[in-house]
């Protein structure tokens, strides 16, 4: 079992759809959650940190995480074409190293 | 320049070949990390660099593969005697003083493609 779970998609929606984006991990000593976006053929830029449980908002896109279920969410609202990218969670405990997901890949149609 | 560079974009090479990846860090960060990017297989961390000292190498895949970095900038990852399933996107990130709570800025990636 990998210590971090993400549905691959791919996920298409309309544009101006809530997107929800998810992952799901086994090690309990995670403490620091984040979601990078990808756009094709560049590297991952980090989109949104939380530590610990609770939510983050960030214009469009809220994160939260729930460390009882072990599952963090990331939101998007009123989807833009733009948006259009693959979403990798990470997370990260007491090392410096950094667990990602295998990304889920978000289309949005016009 | 402002953000992490790599080079070369692309490499084709011949099975068995050794080749060397390059990044340069964004100046003034003291952390960098290597990480491997295969299709359905997400970021695999590498290695990580303080400094020009690696206190993880845990996830070089095999004695064929090692890193160094110099002056506490540039970093070179090389692979020798290439296999087919090295082929992947390998990406350099840097960070200000390293550590979960702070922010990894990763270049663009060297694809390579070992034929």
Same mark, same amino acid.
């Given at each position: 079992q990998k210590e971090v779970e993400q549905d691959p998609g791919p996920l298409s929606v309309p544009e101006g759809a809530i997107v929800s984006l998810n992952c799901t991990y086994s090690n309990s000593a995670f403490q620091y959650f984040m979601w990078y976006r990808q756009y094709s053929r560049k590297g991952p830029e980090l989109l949104m940190y939380t530590y610990s449980s609770g939510n983050k908002e960030d214009g469009r896109f809220t994160a939260q995480v729930d460390k009882s279920s072990k599952y963090i969410s990331l939101f998007i609202r009123? *989807?833009?074409? *733009?948006?259009s990218a693959t979403y990798l969670c990470a997370m990260g405990g007491d090392t410096d190293k950094l667990i990602f997901g295998t990304g889920t890949r978000l289309q949005v149609f016009p | 320049g402002a953000g992490v560079s790599q080079s070369p974009s692309n490499k084709v090479t011949e099975k068995g070949k050794d080749v060397e990846l390059r990044c340069d860090p964004i100046s003034g960060h003291t952390a960098l990390y290597w990480y491997r990017q295969s299709l359905g297989q997400g970021l695999e961390f590498l290695i990580y660099f303080q400094g020009n000292s690696a206190p993880d190498k845990s996830g070089l895949p095999s004695d064929r593969f090692s890193a160094e970095r110099t002056g506490g900038s540039v970093s070179t990852l090389t692979i020798q005697r290439t296999q087919q399933e090295d082929s992947a996107v390998y990406l350099c990130a840097s960070s200000f003083?390293?550590?979960?709570t702070d922010t990894q800025y990763f270049g663009p990636g060297t694809r390579l493609t070992v034929l």
């Open positions: 009123d *989807s833009q074409p *733009s948006d | 003083y390293g550590g979960n």
